[in-house]
């Protein structure tokens, strides 16, 4: 199959979390015989502001770790028609222009063989329904979305059983832990500082149970303002600034833990979406706490292969017995990595990607967003656990006896 994929930019990752994944699908889809193309805009933000601030440097990371990828840039002016050529199937991320999206539909609903595929990986459906709204879909065969209520606003703007979920994943190939066990010590946590969405919670679950715990603080990111970079140091952090994601593996190699602090938009207006970060630390097998989230998917097994603390209080006694308890690191990381092993790789990934398409292929087009549903249209990838041997969350044994009195270990809910 000849696969071509328009995204912002596949070279850069700076404040750009959809690279991390796409690299990781693109390469399973190459490595079991897929022709791949990437596509970029010339100007890319992200690219932009990373040569900026590191120059050409900057890329290394990810073209030593990723020799097999590469992207083409386009102009103001594309021939989409011959970008696209013979291919099979197209994917267009969301974080593409309106005008770009629009002519690529246009180009499918003028006789184009192959399936046109959108991809949406944020919460801006949510959070800016208006713009999103504004994508000409018309001509799409039907929309990925990386969580089951992302899912859920494109069935309710009449998409029905033509948005599939498509979660993220872990490019274990490159996310693993490390050949070697060397020294660990303190708590790191990578992440862009944003917009305020997130400076209660960080300062709640991060940075003032970090410095009660007695742990160092290592944070990495972009986006962080002067008052930001000062709230870090207030609390007793170290900001590093910008890391190439390329780098994580080894970075999560030298520490004792990490936190999971989702933006509120995946707390309250959608709920059960773990980002990439979640996937990745546990496939390096760092232990991992997490503020509060719902897996309203039964992704993995809370408790067991990561620790939710409810509060900031329970956040400090959790990371307390970390720093204590090698037991406790022990079993937090062999139940994280036996999960995504079985089910969250982007070789898993690839594999529902192709089932998806054998779904959708066979169905000429007809009607779009608004439309009403397509008629005789297969229903989307079940939700079911394809590897029945990870018990779902509620069949799953919780590390409780090694938290002490406390139970923070038990699953949120």
């Not at 800016?128 to 994508?135: L, S």
């Not at 498509?166 to 990578?190: K, N, T």
């Not at 503020?291 to 990561?306: C, I, K, N, Q, V």
């Not at 608004?370 to 018990?391: C, Q």
Request: hydrophobic residues 40%; aromatic residues 10%; glycine residues 10%.
């Amino acid at each position: 199959m000849r696969i071509v994929y328009f995204t912002h930019s596949l070279a850069s990752c700076w404040n750009h979390g959809n690279a991390h994944f796409l690299r990781g699908v693109l390469r399973e889809l190459i490595a079991i015989g897929h022709e791949v193309e990437a596509w970029e805009p010339e100007g890319a933000w992200s690219l932009e502001n990373l040569l900026k601030d590191h120059g050409e440097e900057g890329l290394d990371p990810y073209r030593s770790a990723y020799p097999e990828l590469a992207s083409r840039t386009f102009g103001r002016k594309p021939d989409l028609e011959a970008m696209v050529g013979d291919a099979d199937l197209v994917i267009v991320h969301e974080w593409n222009e309106h005008d770009l999206v629009a002519k690529l539909g246009r180009l499918r609903a003028r006789g184009g063989k192959f399936t046109l595929l959108f991809h949406d990986t944020h919460h801006r459906a949510v959070s800016e329904p208006k713009a999103m709204k504004a994508y000409d879909l018309s001509a799409y065969d039907g929309v990925l979305a990386f969580g089951e209520t992302l899912a859920e606003v494109y069935r309710r703007w009449g998409w029905g059983d033509r948005v599939f979920v498509w979660h993220e994943a872990a490019d274990i190939r490159h996310f693993h832990p490390p050949a070697v066990e060397g020294e660990r010590s303190g708590l790191v946590w990578i992440g862009n500082w944003g917009e305020g969405e997130r400076t209660k919670e960080l300062k709640e679950f991060l940075f003032r149970p970090a410095r009660a715990a007695g742990l160092g603080l290592d944070v990495y990111g972009v986006r962080y303002h002067e008052t930001a970079k000062a709230t870090v140091r207030r609390y007793g952090g170290r900001y590093h600034g910008w890391l190439a994601n390329a780098r994580a593996p080894e970075v999560f190699a030298r520490h004792l833990a990490t936190v999971h602090v989702p933006r509120r938009y995946y707390t309250k207006l959608l709920p059960g979406i773990p980002t990439i970060r979640v996937f990745e630390a546990l496939a390096c097998g760092i232990p991992l706490v997490c503020a509060p989230w719902e897996d309203s998917e039964h992704l993995f097994r809370p408790g067991s292969d990561y620790l939710i603390a409810p509060d900031g209080d329970s956040m400090t006694a959790i990371l307390r017995d970390l720093r204590e308890e090698p037991a406790l690191r022990s079993a937090l990381v062999a139940s994280g990595l036996e999960t995504i092993r079985a089910r969250h790789t982007c070789a898993h990934r690839a594999e529902e990607l192709l089932a998806i398409v054998e779904r959708i292929k066979p169905l000429p087009f007809s009607g779009g967003v608004g439309a009403g549903l397509v008629a005789h249209r297969p229903a989307a990838v079940p939700n079911d656990n394809p590897h029945p041997s990870i018990p779902s969350p509620e069949g799953s044994h919780q590390i409780t006896t090694l938290m002490g009195s406390q139970g923070e270990g038990g699953r949120y809910a």
